[in-house]
Structure formats: C-alpha cells, structure tokens
C-alpha cells in the first residue's frame, strides 16, 4: 500500500513563498509519475504541476511553480513562488503507477491526505 504525507503548507501573503514537500512510501520511487493538484473551496480539483524525466505544469502556475524529486528520499516537491491569493487551496500530493507526467488526475492511482495553503492579500 501507498501513502504520500504533504507537508510545507501554510499561511503567507501574497508575493511570499512555500515549498511542499510529499514523502512516499514506496519501494521503487524512481519508477512512479508524481503530481500536484489543488482544490480551492467550491471548486472542482485541478492540476498543478506534475514530473517523470520530465515536468509539466498548468498554465496558471507556469513561470512561478517548479516541481522537482528525489528518488534517494523518495520526495517529490513543490516550491512556489510569487504566491497570489488564488493560489490559496488545499494541495494534493498525488502517484501514478505509471512513470509519466500526467495532467488528468484519473491517470493517479494514490492520493495524499492534502496540506493547506492561504495566501492572503
């Protein structure tokens, strides 16, 4: 079984910074598609940002969020920048046994338990 913990959420104003952090627990890291998603209140969940050899992100976060992993930590990251009060939404940490960058959360096979991010004006 697969659990992803979030951690790194928080309040900040806009302008300021976060970094996520989602630790898996899994044996072979290296080989799973990792991804962000967020769900701002009254809102259907929506992509972020997600990684395999490569990343791909959502054009609203582009320029300001970067994706990255550690396969020796089995992490996965999401350092945000130049935070807007938009941004503010709970951030899913999410795994796909396939090794892609997938922007549909259905291609997802695990979910983390989420972190909040407020961001305020």
């Known amino acids: 079984q697969v659990q992803l913990v979030e951690s790194g959420g928080g309040l900040v104003q806009a302008g300021g910074s976060l970094r996520l952090s989602c630790a898996a627990s899994?044996?072979?890291?290296?080989?799973?598609?990792m991804g962000w998603f967020r769900q701002a209140p009254g809102k259907e969940r929506e992509f972020v940002a997600s990684i395999s050899y490569s990343a791909y992100y959502a054009d609203s976060v582009k320029g300001r969020f970067t994706i990255s992993r550690d396969n020796a930590k089995n992490t996965v990251y999401l350092q945000m920048n130049s935070l807007k009060p938009e941004d503010t939404a709970v951030y899913y940490c999410a795994a796909s046994v396939s090794l892609g960058a997938f922007s549909s959360d259905y291609r997802y096979d695990y979910w983390g338990q989420g972190t909040q991010v407020t961001v305020s004006s």
């Open positions: 899994v044996r072979t890291f290296s080989n799973y598609g």
